[in-house]
């Protein structure tokens, strides 16, 4: 399946955008906000130690685990951010 | 034509959601500016500049060479004279705006103060480094009833979102899963590009206008997120989370912390060490007798000691920031030795 992927931050760094798109088509049809999170995970060392802490945004509304993602979605993953 | 009486905000009051009762409201407001870095300088002069009329600016450091890249308010004379960024930023803005009153505090802001801190304020905008004192004022803001307009940044990224107790999210809804003390980049680590700053803390203080001159919140927090070298903008709506520890379950963990005595500065070689008992030091006393050891440079607010390893700076607060090393022991003992607490 197709949903648009954004990368924010330390993610953003480690990923750009092109090699997430290719893992998220790998994911069978309707997946969920933990699947794409583990998918994720597996591919940035910086979300994988994030885990449950990295934000999901679907469709611009935030998101947990058993939220579903279906084909076309778009999906930010935000990292908390503790500068100032 | 006609005149606005106050040509100072005329600017503003054209914009219509404001107006002149927007305006007036501003002027009657009271905002706590909590950290006063790349975030807080920035919000203090914007919301000076827009006529808010009160603003408490907490702070506990100097202004450092290292700051001017991005924290417009000060200049290499506040690093020459090593103020302190409170008095560095009351002192710009009452140049900048003699009509708002600015009352700058140096201190770190901890569970013993913070809820005096937040006496008499209708607003706090969040200026802080840490997720830790993020954490102690959300809680002390829901304590409190107190809006808080959350923003943070780091790298090129920067966010922010209005949170108001009892009517959206509070922080702990937006970040269920605590993060792990010291894990996360700072701005000392991960560096910081001015602009990031500027925007989160540009949204921010148009989250705050917005508020205080209209009184109108979303049900729901809107936390905008952005990206300025990449020139990436996202929101995200944020629900109230109905199991909420801090605000629905009022439990408030972090007021109850007892702060530890030190605080391993990341990314910047520094320890600070708080005293068991705050006390004010008396400075002349102490610089007369470090004088004979070191170089020793003292003002109204800090005293500054420096040897061939290491510097150390006591605050009037009775905190001390030792400069030149990562071991919390070592900390301690250089202070314990050279100003005697």
Known sequence: ?84 | MNRPPDDRYSRQVLFRPLGAEGQARLRAARVLVAGCGGLGAESASLLARAGVGFLRIVDRDVVELSNLQRQALFDEADVREGLPKAVAAARRLARVNSDVAVEPIVADIGPRNVRGLLDGVDLVVDGFDSFEARFLMNDACVETRTPLVYGACIASTGLAALLVPGVTPCLRCLLPELPEPGSAATCDTAGILGPAAHLAASMQVGRALRYLSTGESPPEAELVYADVWEARFTRMAVPRDPACPCCAGRQFDFLSVETPQTAVLCGRDSVQVRPLVPSKPDFATLAERLRTLGEVVANDWLLRFRTEDAELTLFSDGRAVVKGTNDPARARSLVARTFGV
């Open chain 1, 1 to 84: 399946m197709k949903v648009r992927i954004l990368f924010f931050a330390s993610l953003r760094d480690e990923l750009g955008d092109s090699r997430s798109v290719e893992a998220v088509e790998a994911l069978p049809g309707e997946t969920t906000v933990a699947a794409l999170r583990e998918a994720v995970a597996a591919l940035s060392p910086a979300a994988a130690r994030l885990g449950r802490r990295l934000l999901v945004a679907v469709n611009e509304r935030y998101a947990t685990d058993g939220d579903p993602v279906r084909p076309g979605d778009s999906v930010a993953f935000l990292p908390p951010l503790a500068g100032g």
